[in-house]
């Protein structure tokens, strides 16, 4: 065995076989990188954007899905790099196309020729329609449940009132209405104003698909304590002097606003405003205070002018017999 091993012939057959067994191990890997490298392959680009041409200062074009999902088959290097590098466009060209309803196919531009192409979808219904613009009113929305116990909304007012809105002309024609919706914490009894966004709804109170000019409106919402007008009422307190006869008293006004417990007030018919009339000699006008009722924080006015028609008390005559 020693013997063979030292034979010259025995080290060139093993080191010509071991040569043998590197070149196929390296031809092997080689065959295996060029099929990867040059065999054929499918994948797929998902949500590839989709771009539309056509005149949008004067036209509206509705049903164009904003992505689409690419599939692309070829050799490998091709297809890894286009997944890559995503330096191609999807489109849909409707410049030469009338207003209406069109099929029209997707296509893509800027891709390999080695490459086949499928797009899903690859057909799409389109409508195009003219672009009009209009001018309308906005409602600004408050839930009122947002109020503190016995406050109220009196009004709401948006700065500015109009907004333009542009889109197709079947779609303005179905706007039902324009929202700008406010909002806060629970227990809101003062008077606030907060940025809103427009929103333009249909019939069904779904959202539409327009241009809002302005998209942002600032709105006001005013907001009082519950109240309402009441009668006043006058009534004499006190016993007139001697000889003075009061003929009539009138209130400068006949209602007052009060403010207050919703329960409170809802009950309240009248408020009776006292009059001392012990203390007139003749006629004059007199400032009275408004009492507050049980339930009521304020009235609109803290105090009434009663005009007071009083005849005096004769004079006496005088004493011409010289007695006391």
Do not use: C
């Amino acid at each position: 065995m020693d013997k063979m091993m030292d034979s010259p012939w025995f080290l060139r057959i093993t080191a010509l076989l071991l040569a043998m067994l590197l070149f196929l191990t390296i031809k092997s890997d080689e065959e295996n990188l060029n099929a990867a490298t040059n065999g054929n392959k499918t994948d797929i680009i998902r949500d590839v954007p989709v771009e539309v041409y056509y005149d949008d200062d004067n036209l509206v074009v509705t049903g164009v899905p904003e992505t689409v999902d690419m599939t692309i088959e070829g050799p490998t290097s091709d297809v890894q790099t286009a997944k890559q590098l995503q330096d191609f466009t999807v489109f849909v060209d409707l410049r030469s196309m009338n207003m209406g309803e069109h099929n029209v196919m997707l296509q893509a531009e800027n891709v390999s020729d080695r490459l086949q192409v499928t797009l899903d979808p690859s057909y799409i219904e389109v409508n195009i329609e003219e672009k009009i613009t209009r001018e309308l009113v906005i409602e600004p929305e408050f839930n009122d449940r947002l109020l503190a116990e016995s406050f109220v909304v009196t009004t709401m007012k948006s700065d500015p009132q109009r907004v333009q809105i542009t889109g197709a002309k079947s779609v303005i024609d179905s706007i039902s209405f324009v929202k700008a919706t406010v909002s806060g914490d629970q227990g809101i009894d003062k008077t606030f104003t907060q940025e809103a966004s427009v929103k333009v709804l249909d019939k069904d109170l779904s959202k539409l698909n327009v241009a809002i000019e302005p998209e942002q409106v600032n709105v006001t919402v005013e907001i009082e304590e519950y109240s309402k007008e009441v009668p006043i009422t006058l009534r004499q307190t006190g016993k007139p002097k001697e000889g003075v006869t009061i003929n009539e008293l009138s209130p400068s006004f006949g209602n007052v606003r009060v403010y207050g417990n919703r329960a409170a007030i809802d009950d309240l018919s009248v408020i009776i405003v006292d009059v001392d009339i012990s203390k007139l000699e003749d006629s004059k006008q007199l400032k009275v205070k408004i009492p507050l009722p049980k339930g009521v924080s304020k009235t609109s006015e803290s105090q009434i002018e009663v005009e007071a028609d009083v005849t005096p008390a004769p004079d006496k005559e005088p004493n011409t017999d010289g007695s006391p």
